[in-house]
T-cell receptor, first 115, second 111 residues
Framework: NAGVTQTPKFRVLKTGQSMTLLCAQD?????MYWYRQDPGMGLRLIHY???????AKGEVPDGYNVSRLKKQNFLLGLESAAPSQTSVYFC??????????????FGPGTRLTVT | DAKTTQPNSMESNEEEPVHLPCNHS???????IHWYRQLPSQGPEYVIH???SNVNNRMASLAIAEDRKSSTLILHRATLRDAAVYYC????????????FGSGTRLQVQP
């Protein structure tokens, strides 16, 4: 199993450009998440999905959109990139089982720089 | 979400045990205590979690205070590969199930 994979690994954007980050998981997990991590900080939740076709906002959703058209994929879009979105982006997935706590599996991250 | 408090950094020597503390005085009855770690330039990695009883797995042990207001992650024999930022996180087993990361404890392991 590949686990959680993210593409691309690195990207440099100019202010105002758009891009899509792709997250894929092969563990048949229901839940998927996008986090961002700024230098020296912990991770903050951007958006999450509890199943195919459903998404919801996290702590810091402004400037981002997401889609979950297939269970194994979770896409994060930046409509008009800003320097404040320079960060490392992590995708994660977890299984859902009623009454039992879960662990999240994280991807290797995408390092995005907006100039 | 209830908050956790961890020391900013700790040091250990290789092959010695490490005790990483976490305070969570406002924990609720349905909060699980999770520990994740993040090695340099990698995504976070699950370490262990528990609710009330002490827990062991191949990576570490989790000791939970009787009143659940604090917990300790125990690495039995630190290796250089254990140098990482360790996050103590409270998570309820309901709703969105996302994790709220604080700034964690940076563990340095000296050879």
């Amino acid at each position: 199993n590949a686990g959680v994979t993210q593409t691309p690994k690195f990207r440099v954007l100019k202010t105002g450009q758009s891009m899509t980050l792709l997250c894929a998981q092969d563990m048949n997990h229901e839940y998927m998440y996008w986090y961002r991590q700024d230098p020296g900080m912990g991770l903050r939740l951007i958006h999450y999905s509890v199943g195919e076709g459903t998404t919801a906002k996290g702590e810091v959703p402004d400037g981002y959109n997401v889609s979950r058209l297939k269970k194994q994929n979770f896409l994060l879009g930046l409509e008009s990139a800003a320097p404040s979105q320079t960060s490392v982006y992590f995708c994660a997935s977890s299984y859902s089982q009623r009454g039992i706590s879960y662990e999240q599996y994280f991807g290797p991250g995408t390092r995005l720089t907006v100039t | 979400d209830a908050k956790t408090t961890q020391p900013n950094s700790m040091e250990s020597n290789e092959e010695e045990p490490v005790h990483l503390p976490c305070n969570h005085s406002t924990i609720s009855g349905t909060d699980y205590i999770h520990w994740y770690r993040q090695l340099p330039s990698q995504g976070p990695e699950y370490v262990i979690h528990g609710l009330t009883s002490n827990v062991n797995n191949r990576m570490a042990s989790l000791a939970i205070a009787e009143d659940r207001k604090s917990s300790t992650l125990i690495l039995h024999r630190a290796t250089l590969r254990d140098a990482a930022v360790y996050y103590c996180i409270l998570a309820r087993d309901t709703g969105r199930r996302a994790l709220t990361f604080g700034s964690g404890t940076r563990l340095q392991v000296q050879p």
